[in-house]
């Protein structure tokens, strides 16, 4: 089975604070992607990864940035953490031609 | 401008009924729909797809249509069962997604199954 393991379930900070949001999967998968989930949005695209060290923007990318230096990790990061930013972040991985499969998500409170 | 839309966002059901989730979408290039569940404090999980050059797919309890022409796909549930009482999102993909894998999803719709 697919693993993909969000460092933490629940995450509380402070506005202006950089933060760092890990996600590890056990399956040597190409693809990785960064999504936020909020009420009545569903679920949007932050950024993606199709290869170690190669990123691409998603549909809502400002304010984040990411890093992909080995092909297992992919963090996210709030390089100046805001309000608007707390929200439900999901991580999923892809191998190719096949659905994406999801972490349980890191709840995130900015204060 | 959402080119994937779930209007209806909650949806109450008898339980050993039909639950019948609908999807729209606007972008004519989409060739590939999938469905998600989502339990509270827990991750999408995926639960079926459908390629556009099928009408229909089957997965136990679970079927997908799909409706070119109208651009809409809907999820069956029978019997619905209080089990999968969860979030369902639908979600496209099409050739600009190259192997990406990248997904475009609808708001969600919350469906309650009632014993």
């Known amino acids: 089975d697919v693993k993909v393991t969000q460092s933490s379930r629940y995450l509380v900070k402070r506005t202006g604070e950089k933060v760092f949001l890990e996600c590890v999967q056990d399956?040597?998968?190409?693809?990785m992607f960064w999504y936020r989930q909020d009420p009545g949005l569903g679920l949007r695209l932050i950024y993606f990864s199709y290869d170690v060290k190669m990123k691409e923007k998603g549909d809502i990318p400002e304010g984040y940035s990411v890093s992909r230096e080995k092909k297992e990790r992919f963090s996210l990061i709030l390089e100046s953490a805001s309000t608007n930013q707390t929200s439900m972040y999901l991580c999923a991985s892809r191998e190719y031609g096949q659905p994406q499969h999801f972490g349980d998500g890191t709840r995130l409170s900015i204060l | 401008d959402q080119q994937v839309k779930q209007n209806s966002p909650s949806l109450s059901v008898q339980e050993g009924r039909i639950s019948i989730l609908n999807c729209d979408y606007t972008?004519?290039?989409?060739?590939?729909f999938l469905w998600y569940k989502k339990y509270p404090a827990e991750g999408p999980t995926f639960l079926i797809s459908?390629?556009?050059?099928?009408d229909k797919n089957e997965d136990g309890r679970f079927t997908v249509f799909l409706n070119k022409s109208a651009k809409h796909l809907s999820l069956h549930i029978v019997p619905s069962q209080p089990g999968d009482s969860a979030v369902y999102f639908c979600a496209a993909s099409g050739p600009a997604s190259g192997n990406t894998g990248k997904l475009i999803f609808g708001q969600g719709t919350t469906l309650q199954v009632k014993p």
């Open positions: 399956m040597d998968h190409e693809n």
């Open positions: 972008n004519s290039m989409f060739d590939y």
């Open positions: 459908i390629s556009s050059i099928k």
